[in-house]
T-cell receptor, first 111, second 113 residues
């Protein structure tokens, strides 16, 4: 079993839809949870950063962390064609800077 | 700041040749990470440095891979000899403090034929 599991998709939605992206993990030591967005042939860029459990909202994006279930989510409201990219979850523990990534979910938002 | 700068952007080399990938982190950042991305294995950490010192190289696949950071503004990842299975996109990333955002470069797409 991988430390971080993420459905690679692909996921295709119409413009304006609500998108839900998810990851599960097995290492209970993970405390920092991140979502990166990666456009084709570009490096990943940080979208959301959360410490421990809870919700965090930034514009159309909401990140949720449920440590009891070892489950994290990213919601995108009013999705736009410009949101089409691969979304990678990432996480790391307090005592280790080794950031573990999910496989990435490829999202396409159709106009 | 121009961000993390990697060179070259693309590299095509023959099996057995030495390949050197280069990275300039963001000024002031004290952590530098080398990642490899493939379709099969996703994004994998190869090695990371703190204040120019290698901290964890457990992700380096074989002795053919080596990384150095001679100063705070430059790092190299070397593969010698290269093999076709080394074909991947190699990313360099840097951060300040280790627990903050890691900024990625544009990557080097390596093809070994």
């Amino acid at each position: 079993q991988k430390e971080v599991e993420q459905d690679p998709g692909p996921l295709s939605v119409p413009e304006g839809a609500i998108v839900s992206l998810n990851c599960t993990y097995s290492n209970s030591a993970f405390q920092y949870f991140m979502w990166y967005r990666q456009y084709s042939r570009k490096g990943p860029e940080l979208l959301m950063y959360t410490y421990s459990s809870g919700n965090k909202e930034d514009g159309r994006f909401t990140a949720q962390v449920d440590k009891s279930s070892k489950y994290i989510s990213l919601f995108i409201r009013d999705s736009q064609p410009s949101d089409s990219a691969t979304y990678l979850c990432a996480m790391k523990s307090v005592d280790n800077n080794d950031m573990r990534f999910g496989a990435g979910t490829r999202l396409t938002v159709k106009p | 700041d121009a961000g993390v700068i990697q060179s070259p952007r693309h590299e095509v080399t023959e099996m057995g040749q030495e390949v050197t990938l280069r990275c300039k982190p963001i000024s002031g950042h004290d952590y530098l990470f080398w990642y490899r991305q493939t379709m099969m294995r996703g994004l994998e950490l190869l090695i990371y440095f703190n204040n120019n010192v290698p901290i964890d190289d457990s992700g380096m696949p074989e002795d053919r891979f080596s990384a150095k950071m001679p100063n705070a503004s430059f790092s190299t990842l070397k593969i010698q000899p290269s093999e076709p299975r080394d074909s991947a996109v190699y990313f360099c990333a840097s951060s300040f403090g280790g627990y903050t955002e890691a900024f990625f470069g544009q990557g080097t797409r390596l093809t070994v034929v």
